[in-house]
């Protein structure tokens, strides 16, 4: 499958598997309280540790290696699923403590269910690794929207059968236990059972400090919503989990539909000025779509929550608002990382997510008896100031003089910055008096017609490259 096959149907995969789980979210919040939503915010964080500890990083370096052979891929395999045993177990066992420490007892169930989830979901890493080292994309979108549509349709029938918020959790039993069961029957692979350790030792030296980083994300990402839990209450919890949930869409999408495919494309790439070319063109596409992304959601937040979600998630607004700058500082981060990880500075990786969850804890201990809005820029403030340290290290790995870093990061911001600007001045005065609903079309119609125009006026080489890259045939 060529490069631009790849994009197409991460795109196809990840805006379809947007699209059904924004509807679906939407269908569950007006169906459901803050509150139900704040349970599962509580324990996110376990569910996201045990998920990402599972994979360890190994995965990455199955395809950052050349040639990984059967051997590779069947150890990886069954380390996964000894992790999804042990931390199925831990789940179970730790589930009464968390409860107790939480203080709602509806915990102790949501945690076995999150082990029994998690175990199937340790069965699947291997399987979509290997589509994704050989570009496969095409069978993993199948994959993935099957699995994601046949799990919300049952989800949505439990919550109208008066299931409450388990119908939440099984969401995500059956997300896991499909997406095993259908991975299955389309490689028609399963790995033999074997264990070499000296493809251990290679695989997790690589993966291991990976692991790391992405505990860490998943701690800085999740903790927030546990603090609020314990220390406020679970209405409190749910509004930041809805609001995280609502931002995490665009830059997620973001993330799948370029940089997630962009690692094991640049992967592949030998030529050294073709590996710049390409960093290059990326760079500058993941900010300037970024950029883009977050000017209009922030114009429309207000819109978008009173319309999709009821007056009932009021609260989530100006929380939403406060990361929707850090999903924009996140999104170019792991870029930086994906441009680290082909220069195997996974250590270094490791090195920066650790100092940056240390900044926020350290904010957290300041503000965690403070509104939700005040715990959300304990989330932004380290986000942003890490850059400082990303962006000297990716102009040396990747060689770059400051001119043509200044031309790769600030000129795709400048466009975005003033439709936005112009579209909250021209809107301000009178779009708030409108209906919700109303307001949301004009004003989106507004900020798009005028985006689009500028663009196609000035036709910006990263917006000709991200339409290529997301709508050509090929």
């Known amino acids: ?12 995969d990840r805006i379809c598997n947007s699209v059904m789980t924004f509807g679906g979210n939407i269908v569950l919040a007006r169906l459901l309280d803050p509150s139900d939503f704040g349970l599962l915010g509580m324990v996110a964080i376990f569910s996201a540790l045990a998920s990402n500890i599972s994979g ?12 990984p052979t059967p051997g590779d891929y069947s150890t990886v395999f069954v380390f996964n699923a000894a992790t999804g045993v ?54 993993m979108a199948i994959v993935r929207l099957s699995a994601t549509a046949s799990s919300l349709i049952l989800a949505i029938v439990l919550v109208l059968s008066g299931y409450g918020y388990w119908g939440l959790v099984s969401m995500q039993i059956f997300l896991s236990f499909f997406l095993f069961v259908y991975y299955v029957a389309v490689s028609r692979w399963f790995p033999r059972i074997a264990f070499s ?24 990402r999740n903790i927030n919503m546990t603090v609020l839990g314990k220390f406020s209450n679970a209405a409190a919890s749910g509004n930041y989990n ?29 030529d050294p000025a073709a590996r710049r070319r390409l960093t290059g ?17 922030f114009t429309v937040s207000t819109y978008v929550f009173n319309s999709l979600y009821g007056a009932k998630w009021d609260a989530a607004i100006p929380i939403f608002n406060v990361l929707l700058i850090f999903g924009l500082a996140t999104s170019v981060k792991m870029f930086y990382q994906t441009v680290f990880k082909t220069h195997s500075k996974t250590r270094l990786i490791r090195n ?35 850059m400082s340290v990303y962006i000297p290290l990716y102009m040396r790995f990747e060689q770059i003089r400051f001119g043509e870093f200044v031309k790769e990061s600030l000129r795709p911001l400048a466009l975005p910055a003033a439709v936005m600007a112009v579209v909250v001045l021209a809107t301000v005065g009178w779009a708030p008096g409108l209906n919700s609903f109303v307001a949301l079309a004009v004003v989106s119609a507004i900020y798009l017609a005028l985006f689009a125009g500028l663009c196609e006026i000035a036709r910006p080489y990263f917006y000709i490259e991200i339409r290529q890259r997301i709508f050509r045939r090929g």
């Open 352 to 386: 920066l997510t650790v100092a940056e969850i240390a900044l926020q804890l350290s904010l957290l201990a300041v503000f965690y008896k403070s509104s939700a809005t005040m715990i959300a820029f304990s989330l932004v403030i380290p986000a942003i100031a890490m």
């Open 56 to 67: 360890c990083g190994m995965s990455d370096g199955l395809i950052n290696k050349k040639d």
């Open 197 to 220: 350790r000296s493809s251990f030792k290679e695989l997790f030296g690589y993966g291991v400090h990976l692991m790391l980083a992405y505990v860490c994300y998943q701690v800085a």
């Open 281 to 297: 063109n990326m760079h500058s596409t993941i900010i300037f779509v970024n950029a883009a992304i977050t000017g209009y959601l």
């Open 86 to 139: 042990f931390f199925a177990c831990l789940f179970i066992s730790c589930s009464g403590l968390i409860a107790d420490y939480l203080g709602y007892e509806q915990l102790r169930g949501i945690m076995i269910a999150i082990g029994v989830c998690f175990f199937f979901q340790s069965l699947v890493l291997v399987q979509e690794t290997k589509m994704r080292k050989e570009l496969d994309f095409k069978k």
């Open 1 to 12: 499958m060529g490069g631009k096959s790849v994009y197409k149907w991460t795109a196809i």
């Open 242 to 270: 809805q609001a995280h949930k609502l931002q995490e869409v665009p830059y997620s999408l973001i993330e799948a539909i370029l940089n997630w495919p962009f690692f094991a494309v640049l992967s592949s790439t030998a």
